[in-house]
């Protein structure tokens, strides 16, 4: 339904149009594409439509000013990092008091104590350890699950993501497990450390576990970096069946899922993991992050964990569980991501995906809007539910011109896919903009 050339077009037009709103953005990169590698400091900045990246000057709730002075409704939030809102008082005060009283020690605070009980009561895993990031606490994680099991091989979801852990960048291709598109230089064949199954099979993941070499299986209880793809009635309870008869440990990666509520999906749906990991959100966009275990699993590591040569176990680092981020940590979970929090956040969710389902029937395209807690994203297709049939759906195109279009109109969706996160700062007049923003997109690019 889509004509390509007039899909050109405004693409075109709306280039020109981001070029002349910001002209300081500009300026600052081409300065910076001598010294920063690909002109970003990090390579994923480079994902954002337009010629150039958007120099931010500061964030706030859930506001965005770039250093062209022009303001966003953000619904990126930092794809996740700031799902709490920007720049939260509570969490800059009590970084400034620990700052002021000593950064790093590699000592314990007082602050990881309560951490740790926190995150107990919200996830209903007793015992926990911090990483810096997801993609250390899933790789620290995989290293306990073989040590316990004696297995090497570990298993994810067909077009997973659990950040830039070598063993889960993996997809299947005709029945194979080969390395998913873009990624750089693995360091073995994944087909040699990975099982891969596509999401929402049962049959197809008993089959693989029958094998008996599969250590953990790592997941999400939704997709969410193809795009929110649900799981079935009854199928993650089928999973934990599966995998205790297998002998497979279950590990929820609950980075992104943290959007169906405090505990994430492992309270919402009384799921029952070995391990849960948990990321970004959490330290109020301080890097930061967690990973909790059974009393069963605690006691088994407790040897380990007590070991002469525990520094150089590949689990840790000199910088995790930092004073800094505990105390971030700390401030964030003990005045963010509650529920009364997601009571404000959760229904401007359900406002987004309702008015971007009513601008796709009205101009009677075969779209769909997905929703998970307080996270929604729209599809160009009906909605899948596995991981290959979403990346089949990939538009980037019209993901491209949809993007560059809301931004040059003060929306910020994220650079990846169609998302949108929504915080307690977020009003419903903000939501009502996306939806003007969407239609009016839609209703040019169908003139």
């Given at each position: 339904?889509?004509?390509?050339?007039?899909l050109?077009?405004?693409?075109?037009?709306?280039e020109?149009?981001?070029?002349?709103?910001?002209?300081?953005?500009?300026?600052?990169?081409s300065?910076?594409?001598?010294?920063?590698?690909?002109?970003?400091?990090?390579?994923?900045?480079?994902?954002?439509?337009?010629?150039?990246?958007?120099?931010?000057?500061?964030?706030?709730?859930?506001?965005?000013?770039?250093?062209?002075?022009?303001?966003?409704?953000?619904?990126?939030?930092g794809?996740?990092?700031?799902?709490?809102?920007?720049?939260?008082?509570?969490?800059?005060?009590?970084?400034?008091?620990?700052?002021?009283?000593?950064?790093?020690?590699?000592?314990p605070?007082?602050?990881?104590?309560?951490?740790?009980?926190?995150?107990?009561?919200?996830?209903g895993?007793p015992?926990?350890?911090?990483?810096?990031?997801?993609?250390?606490?899933?790789?620290?994680?995989?290293?306990?699950?073989?040590?316990?099991?004696?297995?090497?091989?570990?298993?994810?979801?067909?077009?997973?993501?659990?950040?830039?852990?070598?063993?889960?960048?993996?997809?299947?291709?005709?029945?194979?497990?080969?390395?998913?598109?873009?990624?750089?230089?693995?360091?073995?064949?994944?087909?040699?450390?990975?099982?891969v199954?596509?999401?929402?099979?049962?049959?197809?993941?008993?089959?693989?576990?029958?094998?008996?070499?599969?250590?953990?299986?790592?997941?999400?209880?939704?997709?969410?970096?193809?795009?929110?793809?649900?799981?079935?009635?009854?199928?993650?309870?089928g999973?934990?069946?599966v995998t205790?008869?297998?002998?497979?440990l279950?590990?929820?990666?609950?980075?992104?899922t943290?959007?169906?509520?405090?505990?994430g999906?492992?309270?919402a749906?009384?799921?029952?993991?070995?391990?849960?990991v948990?990321?970004?959100?959490?330290?109020?966009?301080?890097p930061?992050?967690?990973?909790?275990?059974?009393?069963?699993?605690?006691?088994?590591?407790?040897?380990?964990m007590?070991?002469?040569?525990?520094?150089?176990?590949?689990?840790?680092g000199?910088l995790?569980?930092?004073?800094?981020?505990l105390?971030?940590?700390?401030a964030?979970?003990?005045?963010?991501?509650?529920?009364?929090?997601?009571?404000?956040?959760?229904?401007?969710?359900?406002?987004?995906?309702?008015?971007?389902a009513?601008?796709?029937?009205?101009?009677?395209?075969?779209?769909h809007?997905?929703?998970?807690?307080?996270?929604?994203?729209?599809?160009?297709?009906p909605?899948?539910?596995?991981?290959?049939?979403?990346?089949?759906?990939?538009?980037?195109?019209?993901?491209?011109?949809?993007?560059l279009?809301?931004?040059?109109?003060?929306?910020?969706?994220?650079?990846?896919?169609?998302?949108?996160?929504?915080?307690?700062?977020?009003?419903?007049?903000?939501?009502?903009?996306?939806?003007?923003?969407?239609d009016?997109?839609?209703?040019?690019?169908?003139?």
């Open positions: 339904m889509i004509d390509r050339q007039r050109a077009d405004l693409r075109a037009t709306e020109q149009r981001f070029a002349d709103l910001h002209p300081r953005s500009s300026e600052l990169a300065r910076a594409r001598g010294p920063l590698l690909a002109g970003v400091p990090m390579p994923w900045m480079t994902r954002w439509p337009g010629a150039f990246p958007v120099f931010c000057a500061s964030a706030s709730g859930a506001r965005l000013i770039d250093v062209d002075g022009l303001e966003y409704v953000d619904l990126c939030l794809d996740t990092g700031a799902m709490t809102g920007h720049a939260l008082p509570q969490v800059a005060d009590a970084v400034a008091r620990q700052a002021a009283a000593g950064i790093t020690t590699m000592l605070s007082a602050d990881a104590v309560w951490v740790g009980e926190e995150l107990g009561r919200r996830f895993l015992t926990w350890q911090l990483a810096m990031s997801a993609t250390d606490a899933n790789r620290f994680v995989l290293r306990f699950a073989r040590h316990l099991t004696r297995r090497q091989r570990i298993a994810v979801m067909d077009w997973c993501y659990h950040g830039t852990v070598d063993e889960t960048l993996a997809v299947l291709e005709d029945g194979r497990v080969v390395p998913r598109p873009g990624a750089l230089g693995p360091q073995v064949d994944v087909a040699h450390t990975t099982a199954v596509p999401f929402n099979d049962l049959d197809a993941l008993d089959r693989r576990l029958a094998e008996g070499d599969v250590a953990c299986l790592l997941m999400e209880p939704a997709l969410t970096n193809i795009g929110i793809v649900l799981p079935d009635d009854g199928y993650l309870a999973v934990r069946e205790r008869r297998h002998g497979v279950l590990v929820m990666d609950e980075t992104h943290l959007c169906a509520g405090p505990g999906c492992t309270r749906w009384d799921l029952e993991p070995d391990f849960v948990v990321g970004k959100p959490i330290g109020g966009g301080v930061s992050a967690a990973y909790g275990m059974t009393a069963e699993i605690a006691d088994r590591l407790a040897g380990p007590l070991g002469h040569e525990i520094d150089v176990a590949g689990v840790g000199t995790t569980a930092n004073a800094l981020s105390a971030a940590i700390r964030t979970l003990s005045t963010c991501l509650r529920d009364e929090d997601f009571a404000v956040a959760v229904p401007l969710a359900e406002r987004f995906a309702d008015g971007v009513g601008v796709i029937e009205r101009h009677g395209l075969p779209w809007v997905q929703r998970l807690g307080c996270r929604a994203e729209y599809w160009f297709c909605p899948p539910r596995d991981g290959a049939t979403a990346a089949a759906s990939t538009d980037e195109e019209l993901d491209g011109f949809l993007h279009w809301s931004l040059n109109r003060g929306v910020l969706l994220a650079p990846f896919h169609n998302m949108a996160l929504f915080s307690p700062f977020h009003t419903e007049a903000d939501v009502d903009r996306h939806t003007e923003v969407f009016q997109a839609v209703t040019a690019l169908l003139a």
